[in-house]
């Protein structure tokens, strides 16, 4: 068995022992407020094909950690590269985001074969192997998937933004949206499992649009599915550990902490420290859950706003993170600022 001083620090965490300082990482770590980034992703003539291309996203990865002593890596891709890779062309239009056709407007939905869709993904998981020799021994790797429900929004109304029109496809077409659902529970497993074999060490769900369900609703797009994936996860062998992130989820962390199998949650920004302790399982590691608005503020206020988190998570393992993703408008002075700050530097 390997010495526990050898097992990456987020990986302990997420195992259940407490560490201080807590291992910390940022969702969006690589991106648009890294000025190398912008330049790479010149390099690539859309958004796909940086995703689909091994040397750019394994390069987008390194970026941030020659810069920020961060405890782990994770994956650059996108939650959408499912649905693009089971037949569904996703564009990802500048300055708007992407675009699908939606699945609301066709009478009958139709998907490629999962196994063809894994193949299309193969120069995913050789980015994660690339990742993995590039990166130190200690620091983890995380993959990721998005939500079932999360990825079905896109695919039902073709866009972000107000989830309306999904909402309503539950109502007005439930088999439709069940079969949807099962599809990308199956492919979602499959794809976490292929990056794990890949080399990840650990997996985070993305279920970025939890909110505004009824807990009827929850139980049904978000909590059953997440469960079925997590089963089927299991099932194909993984053990790695699985971090939720229920953005939005509000009151219903709870059915979500305690009902769908992950191993840790994800905490927003707008839910306390203490109700998390409160409704998760005891022990359970949760990660969290600084305002990514203190980035691009700075000085004084990041750093009594990072205090605040590192306070309120003391009493349990706990992983140092946003609340949500990182936003361009962040500069790399705060975000190393904040790491300095969090590791007692």
Not at 33 to 53: H, I, Q, V
Not at 158 to 177: I, L, M, Q, T, W
Request: aromatic share 8%; glycine share 8%.
């Amino acid at each position: 068995m390997a010495d526990r001083e050898s097992v990456p620090a987020l990986l302990r965490v997420l195992n259940g022992e407490r560490l201080d300082p807590p291992p910390i990482w940022i969702m969006r770590q690589a991106g648009r407020y890294l000025p190398e980034y912008r330049e790479l992703r010149t390099r690539a003539k859309n958004f796909l094909d940086f995703c689909y291309s091994p040397a750019l996203a394994t390069e987008a990865v390194m970026q941030p950690l020659r810069r920020f002593p961060l405890d782990a890596a994770i994956l650059f891709s996108d939650i959408l590269v499912i649905p693009d890779a089971l037949g569904r062309a996703v564009a990802f239009v500048e300055g708007e985001g992407p675009r699908l056709k939606p699945l609301v407007e066709e009478e009958t939905w139709r998907f490629d074969d999962p196994e063809r869709a894994l193949q299309r993904l193969s120069p995913v998981y050789e980015a994660v192997e690339r990742i993995k020799r590039a990166i130190p021994r200690e620091t983890a790797l995380i993959g990721f998937c998005g939500g079932p429900w999360t990825v079905a929004t896109y695919m039902l109304q073709g866009k972000g933004g107000e989830k309306d029109r999904s909402r309503r496809a539950v109502y007005e077409r439930p088999a439709d949206v069940d079969a949807l659902l099962d599809v990308l529970v199956e492919m979602s497993a499959q794809h976490l499992a292929k990056q794990v074999q890949a080399g990840a060490d650990c997996v985070q769900i993305f279920e970025s649009w939890s909110e505004g369900l009824s807990p009827l609703m929850f139980q049904r797009v978000i909590i059953g599915p997440t469960r079925k994936l997590v089963q089927r996860l299991r099932a194909l062998g993984v053990t790695a550990p699985i971090i939720g992130f229920p953005r939005g989820a509000g009151a219903q962390i709870e059915a979500y902490a305690n009902e769908t199998g992950v191993n840790a949650l994800g905490v927003d920004t707008q839910t306390p420290a203490d109700f998390a302790f409160k409704v998760a399982p005891e022990g359970m590691a949760l990660q969290g859950n600084l305002d990514p608005q203190t980035l691009i503020v700075g000085g004084e206020a990041l750093e009594r706003a990072a205090r605040d988190v590192l306070i309120a998570f003391k009493g349990a393992p706990h992983i140092f993170n946003l609340g949500h993703g990182i936003t361009p408008e962040a500069t790399p002075e705060n975000l190393a600022h904040l790491v300095r700050v969090v590791k007692g530097q």
